[in-house]
């Protein structure tokens, strides 16, 4: 039996964690500590966090797809991608312990923000070939003058626009990755989503590190999350088809967390859109540096 006090804690952590998984990242571990300090197990924690992340989830993908890049079958090859290793993760959640499958947690957070910081460097120039649709030829290139390279979108540019109409509003351009690389891309989303599926903590964090380093400038930062928000919401989709079914999910802190994160996530795509670029980019790694924190403690 949930007394009220645990509703609350359940219900304000959900809140957090899809604020920050929207923004950033890393807000499973909100739900996941209050779990863990309310007594429940790491499995049955671990489960109803996975589960509960989904309408936020959803909630987050909807305040970002304007941002989604045009490429239907990118977008559709990392889905599958996540998918397949959401499921394979959430069937080994269920066999092995759990300290076996969290003992990676540490390092694929501290690598991602460190790819997400160094995201400026390794990309300064576009790759050769990159359909891009926000870097343009040079003028003297084309012997002809060319329009200025939009800028990222700035903080005076959402503070208005940014409502529940502008969720609704008609996608943007964004450019697909260079092809070569976009081969260690799926495998690199397939082995993230494992990981999502059983513990599911820092995932954004981990995706956006692997998004940033195959998209470098073919795609805005903003670009990025959307992507890394919506297979989150995969993630969550799979891994919770697999956990009905085998009847492993404890309901009431799974809804709880779930009513949390769905205001949460919408919360996060008004505020995650509303950030410059280069403070998305520090509060992505200083989130995912603080996780990797907690893991080792």
């Known amino acids: 039996m949930t007394t009220l ?68 079958r990118l977008l559709v090859t990392l889905t599958a991608a996540a998918l397949v290793g959401a499921m394979l993760g959430a069937g080994a959640l269920l066999v092995v312990p759990a300290d076996a499958v969290s003992g990676a947690a540490p390092v694929c957070v501290v690598a991602a923000s460190i790819l997400v910081m160094v995201q400026p460097v390794l990309h300064r120039r576009p790759a050769r070939g990159a359909g891009c649709g926000h870097a343009v030829p040079s003028p003297s290139a084309t012997g002809a003058s060319q329009p200025p390279r939009p800028a990222e979108p700035t903080l005076a540019q959402h503070s208005v626009a940014v409502t529940a109409t502008a969720l609704l509003a008609p996608p943007t351009v964004a450019a697909p990755p260079p092809p070569r690389r976009r081969r260690w891309l799926v495998p690199a989303v397939l082995a993230a989503s494992a990981y ?79 950030l410059p670029p280069n403070a998305l980019r520090g509060l992505l790694a200083a989130t995912g540096l603080a996780s990797a924190s907690y893991f080792t403690l």
């Open 196 to 274: 999502g599926g059983s513990i599911t903590a820092a995932l954004g964090i981990v995706y956006a590190g692997a998004l940033t380093a195959a998209l470098g400038s073919a795609a805005s930062l903003h670009t990025v999350n959307a992507i890394k928000i919506t297979l989150c919401g995969v993630v969550s989709v799979a891994a919770s088809m697999v956990f009905v079914v085998t009847d492993a999910v404890p309901w009431t802190p799974t809804l709880l967390i779930g009513a949390g994160t769905l205001v949460g996530g919408w919360l996060g795509a008004i505020a995650g859109q509303r």
């Open 5 to 72: 006090g645990q509703a609350t804690t359940l219900l304000s952590a959900g809140i957090g964690a899809g604020v920050l998984n929207t923004v950033v990242g890393s807000g499973s571990l909100l739900p996941l500590t209050a779990m863990l300090g309310l007594g429940f197990g790491p499995v049955p924690a671990a489960i109803a966090v996975n589960v509960g992340l989904l309408p936020g989830g959803i909630a987050g993908a909807v305040g970002y797809r304007r941002y989604l890049p045009p490429d239907g």
